[in-house]
């Protein structure tokens, strides 16, 4: 890997990015900038205060590189550049970039900055190859680096398909160097409010105690939880929807019968379920669940619908590639699978257009740390995949198989 590389991915992590708040608009602008540098033009698509603010975020500008090598398919890579903020338990300053053993360390270096760097220097080496060795390509190559994706993604890749500021073929979107993401984990996000009557606490008998009713309420989903284990993916590397219960707020005072709780939870949909479905399942138990308490409410609001990654027809093609390319480069078979976690990715697929994860990083988001304390990625790491993903991109666009050659192991 380049030294050239190192520095503009360490540009990106040292540059903060954190969603919430989403002020991302300065991320955005850096990573134009460095791009720029590197000889690209960069389309910058800012997208309206209104729309950012109702998705809970400061500012926002997506990103979009067109490198057009002639006639034939578009091929978009995507990958994200807002990060979750960093927590505690760092061993160095989570945006210092610092390198220890061969490691980056910083929020963000492989979920999923890296992958700007990924594909900007494969997209980089292709264009190298290609005017060195005049091998005959047929296509277009495009970078949507987009700053949402913490907080859903849908003003991300979603936003530049519904305006039809692209319309790829097919989409690589971040992922790591061992494996081809096929399918993820759809996620539901729900908001239930369990409202009762407040009251003194010491006459309780004259409310009606909403905290009581929504613990009463979370136990019934934790039973549902247990029913889910059952329902078992099909997809290797997913196992069975789950359900979380990750906030609780509420109550008035300590002296006072709370008259309003609100939780939030998560609900990953496995990829043969439906995410509609799944939905109104869990509205239907959490209806039956108040309903069995005198005096009490439950309004619920859905904060966020991701549909799973499911495979497409033509996904084959992008496995078969990348599979083919990283064999030589990695020296090892990496096998295609799914996540539990959940990507933009899904609005290409959603869309019909092929699509997978393939990036930089290790085999696991364990591995990288990723969304915890010392966050890092193996450079070298970076450098494989780099190669692989721009000779797979030179194959997908090549006439004749010299434009993969043209690019080294």
Known sequence: MSDSQARFLAELVRTPSDNPPGDCAPIAEKAAVLLEKLGFQVERHPVPAGEVVAAGMVSLTNLVVRERFGEGPVIAL????????????????????????????????AVSKSDFATYAYALLA???AHVESRAPLAGTVELHLTFDEETGGELGPRWLLERGISRPDYAISAGFTYGITTAHNGCLHLEVEVTGRSAHAARPQGGADALEAATAIMGDLYALRKRFATRRSKTPGIDAPTLVIGLVSGGINTNVVPDS?????????????????????????LEASAAKWAGIGCRVTRILLARPLAPVPGQEKLVAAIQRHARDVLGEDIQPGGTPIYTDARHYSTAGIP????????????EA????????????????ATKVVARSLAELLGKTGAAASGIAP
């Open 261 to 285: 709780v609100k939780f939030r939870l998560d609900r990953r949909v496995i990829p043969e379920e439906d995410p509609q479905r799944a939905e109104d399942e869990l509205r239907l138990a």
């Open 355 to 366: 699509t997978v994860l393939y990036g930089a990083g290790p085999r696991t988001l364990e």
């Open 369 to 384: 740390n990723g969304h915890r304390a010392d966050e890092n990625l193996v450079l070298e790491d970076l450098r494989k």
């Open 126 to 128: 292709l264009k190298e």
């Open 78 to 109: 995507n990958a994200h550049g807002d990060v979750v903020p960093p927590g505690l338990g760092w061993s160095s300053d989570p945006y210092g970039a610092e390198i220890r053993d061969g490691r980056m360390y910083g929020r963000g270096v």
